[in-house]
Structures are given as C-alpha cells and as structure tokens.
C-alpha cells in the first residue's frame, strides 16, 4: 500500500505562482505513475496533470498547458506540481493521486488507487 500527503496550497493572487508537493510512503510506494486532479465546488473531480513512473513521460489537460509542470523525485518518493501563471478558474481543492505499481497514467480517476486527502488553492482576481 501507499499513502499520499499533499502540501503546498494557499491563497495566490491571478499570475501568481504555487508549488503543491505530494510526499508517498508505504512497501509500494515506488514504480507508481501520479497525477494531479482538481475538483472546485458543484463541479466534478478533473485531471490536471500525470507522470510516468520514470519520469520520462508526462500529459496535461490544455487549459494548463505552458502553465503547470508535473515533476517527479523518486529518490525523495515526491510528486511535484509547479502552477505558474494561475488564474481565478484554477481555484479548487487539488488532489495527488498513484496508480497501482508498474500500471500507466490516464485521466480518468478510476485508474488510480491511492489518494491524497487534497490541498485548496485559491486564486484571487
């Protein structure tokens, strides 16, 4: 099993800048893809942003393309996300999540099966 803690969130003003962190613990916590999903308020859990467990592959829904970077530290057993540039739309409470070991990344939340317990980001316009 893995566990997910996220760190990072706050309160930024429009073209502001944030860097969430997920730290993973547990027997398994290597050889997992991650992602980054995001759920505001009324509105359904979205994907952000994954990360092959190597590190050598990586996807990004559009609105955040150019914006946002997913990194990953393995040896720290660290997912990262750094969101530059952030806008009003980009408020919500974001969400780390690993699949299971050696499994790739997709988009839908079912294909993960560990989750953080979130972090709000709250950008101001």
């Known amino acids: 099993q893995v566990q997910l803690v996220e760190s990072g969130g706050g309160l930024v003003q429009a073209g502001g800048s944030l860097r969430l962190s997920c730290a993973a613990s547990g027997r398994t916590a290597s050889g997992r893809a991650a992602g980054w999903f995001r759920q505001a308020p009324g509105k359904e859990r979205e994907f952000v942003a994954a990360?092959?467990?190597?590190?050598?592959?990586?996807d990004y829904r559009d609105s955040v393309k150019g914006r946002f970077t997913i990194s990953i530290d393995n040896a720290k057993k660290t997912l990262y996300l750094q969101m530059n540039s952030l806008k009003p739309e980009d408020t919500a409470v974001y969400y780390c999540a690993a699949t299971a070991v050696y499994r790739d990344y997709g988009r839908s939340p079912n294909e993960y099966d560990a989750w953080g317990q979130g972090t709000q980001v709250t950008v101001s316009s």
């Open positions: 990360i092959s467990w190597t590190g050598g592959r990586t």
